[in-house]
């Protein structure tokens, strides 16, 4: 049945209820941001407490970002089988479940534990929210996506503060646990009104993803593909800078002599660090729906090309003019903007290339690229110690950034017209 072919009625009724599962998305996943993005609040006090080291603490952080990236295959596999309800629902009762623990813990065997739990529930929930949105949104695949995954980028924007001062006040541990409890309850209430489209609804695609999507690929055809691998890759090279200043800004700012540091930024003054962490939040977050946009209307390979590029020539500048307060601030953000599209670009790629039908499980399969990023993480201590401190980091990340932009063009973009082709 044509798009043209289908009553009225559910034509209007599709529409709305789109938009609807794309507001529930969003509202899941500004839940779970705190998760990894509101981690680094809670380092120091819980060493200041346990004395644990910051680097056996720090493990937890890992723990979790394998586990929420490495698990998101089979929990989309559960999206596509049984419905993005179910897994939206059981997601939301983990999600208030690690933090609880993380509250508890008094050992780092419990808190392992916590981001095991964590991870497991927030992969549950990036993989519901994210496979539903490409399902309901073929014909806007990257803005789709890229709302969606603001909420991770940016959910936690607005709660930096009232965590931090909570901590400052109550303790980590109230933290922990207020929050938690808070962010898995809306997850699990919201969990309950998730859905995905039936074989009924149907919206026009364009026609440059209209034949590739009619492939309907499983995860296995799609592991089989070259296109797949490429994008993996690419994956891989761009999400690597990202995690390593998500994971590392402050120790870059402590070395850089910028701890305490003040930044005038349009005639206002702002003490750099905290400023950096908060607004990298917010933009890191607009640039997920911002990039998805312009992906629909010139192409994603094209836009990839674009902000991998400028994220390697932000890197560089970064070795130039890092040291700079106001630099640091005004250069932390761009790579955050410059890195966030990763999240709407690749799932709407994937959802083009591969179809509709298995697309949670699909972009799930894609998504374990992060977890493989942060593999490499570590080694960002150790290019700093041993190649030229973390002006040796940002080198490498721009060289990396830059082979990804001329993938795009010199690889992906005719593997995926192959597939069209088909």
């Known amino acids: 049945m044509t798009e043209s ?214 995860p296995a055809e799609m592991l089989r593909s070259p296109a797949f691998w490429v994008m993996y890759v690419m994956f891989v090279l761009t999400a690597t800078g990202g995690l390593i200043i998500t994971a590392q800004l402050k120790p870059i700012a402590k070395d850089f002599g910028l701890s305490t540091a003040q930044a005038t930024i349009l005639g206002l003054t702002v003490t750099a660090l905290p400023f950096a962490l908060a607004a990298s939040r917010v933009v890191n977050g607009v640039s997920r729906p911002f990039f998805g946009w312009i992906s629909d209307q010139i192409g994603r390979e094209t836009t990839m090309f674009v902000a991998f590029a400028l994220e390697a020539v932000v890197f560089l500048l970064l070795t130039k003019m890092g040291s700079h307060p106001a630099s640091f601030v005004v250069l932390s953000c761009l790579v955050f903007f410059f890195y966030g599209e990763i999240y709407s670009l690749f799932p709407a790629a994937c959802a083009d290339s591969y179809g509709r039908k298995f697309a949670s499980a699909n972009a799930g399969v894609l998504y374990t690229a992060k977890g493989t990023a942060s593999l490499v993480v570590p080694l960002s201590s150790v290019i700093s110690a041993h190649f030229g401190g973390w002006n040796g980091v940002f080198t490498t990340m721009a060289i990396m950034n830059a082979v990804a932009a001329v993938m795009a063009i010199a690889f992906m973009k005719p593997l995926r017209a192959k597939l069209v082709a088909k």
């Open 5 to 218: 072919a289908l009553p009225i009625e559910n034509a209007r009724v599709s529409a709305a209820g789109r938009w609807t599962q794309l507001v529930l998305g969003v509202i899941c996943m500004s839940m779970i941001a705190n998760l990894q993005y509101g981690w680094t609040l809670f380092v120091n006090p819980i060493d200041d407490k346990h004395h644990w080291g910051l680097a056996s603490i720090q493990v937890a952080f890992s723990v979790f970002v394998l586990i929420e990236t490495w698990l998101v295959p089979l929990e989309g596999y559960l999206v596509d089988r049984y419905g993005p309800k179910m897994v939206g629902v059981v997601s939301g009762l983990l999600v208030a479940a690690a933090w609880t623990i993380n509250a508890k813990a008094n050992s780092l065997a419990m808190l392992y534990v916590g981001a095991v739990v964590g991870g497991i529930g927030a992969g549950g929930v990036y993989g519901a929210c994210v496979g539903n949105a490409l399902k309901w949104f073929p014909d806007r695949r990257g803005f789709a996506a890229g709302i969606t995954a603001m909420g991770f980028g940016a959910g936690s924007a607005l709660t930096v503060y009232p965590i931090a001062n909570m901590i400052q006040s109550q303790g980590y541990e109230a933290a922990f646990l207020k929050f938690g409890l808070a962010q898995g309850i809306v997850v699990f209430i919201v969990g309950w009104f998730l859905r995905a489209p039936d074989e009924s609804v149907r919206f026009a695609a364009p026609a440059r993803v209209t034949a590739a999507t009619a492939t309907n690929a499983t």
